[in-house]
């Protein structure tokens, strides 16, 4: 599990945590390549918790990290080099989901993290073959983040969401005289492209 366990130790070894489970498609041994690791996480104070993460997984150089904007529950969501995309679910603290990105110079960073993190989790999707999911998930993403962007089209496929996406946020950081990192993007974009890739991986091997 490499990374995946490890950050998952981290949590395990922090005295307000009751419990760290593996959950979701690795857990049932259907995950994809790119498939995330999803973790639940029972905590006893969870206030606690939340402002330690940034820290506990700091040691990893984690290439994002995010407090999900779209969850029903809180849910902080990793990405790692390789890429290994690491989502720590925290099912008893509800939450409202955001409304759509607003875009200024201040959250164009977060957009890029938001965007990149979605995107490789709808890689794995496709790799699964959920080609309805990957569809829908794409006119949320039109909604959410793309048209704020300035990206009216709704795109049909995630080769076309990343073109317009790219095309949005480089006339943006000329705007604003400013450029986000670029590793995620790095990591994530050869995927997006590497369709005869895809197939199904055993759960239990690392990503």
Request: hydrophobic letters at 45%; one cysteine or more.
């Amino acid at each position: 599990m490499g990374i995946a366990e490890d950050v998952a130790g981290v949590l395990r070894a922090h005295p307000a945590v009751r419990g760290v489970e593996l959950v979701g498609s690795r857990a049932r041994g259907t995950a994809a390549l790119s498939s995330d690791w999803d973790f639940a996480v029972t905590v006893d104070d969870f206030g606690q918790v939340a402002a330690d993460l940034p820290g506990l997984v700091a040691a990893f150089d984690p290439l994002a990290a995010q407090w999900d904007p779209l969850g029903e529950c809180a849910s902080y969501l990793l990405v790692f080099a390789g890429p290994v995309k690491v989502d720590l679910l925290f099912r008893d603290v509800p939450r409202r989901p955001a409304g759509p990105w607003r875009i200024g110079p201040d959250t164009l960073r977060a957009v890029d993290v938001h965007f990149w993190d979605w995107i490789l989790w709808l890689v794995s999707k496709r790799q699964r073959g959920m080609g309805d999911r990957v569809r829908g998930e794409l006119l949320t993403m039109s909604g959410q983040l793309l048209r704020p962007l300035g990206v009216q089209a709704v795109p049909t496929s995630l080769e076309e969401a990343v073109t317009r996406y790219v095309r949005a946020r480089d006339r943006l950081e000329t705007r604003y005289g400013q450029r986000v990192p670029r590793r995620l993007e790095a990591e994530v974009l050869p995927l997006v492209h590497a369709r005869e890739g895809d197939h199904y991986r055993p759960s239990r091997l690392g990503s």
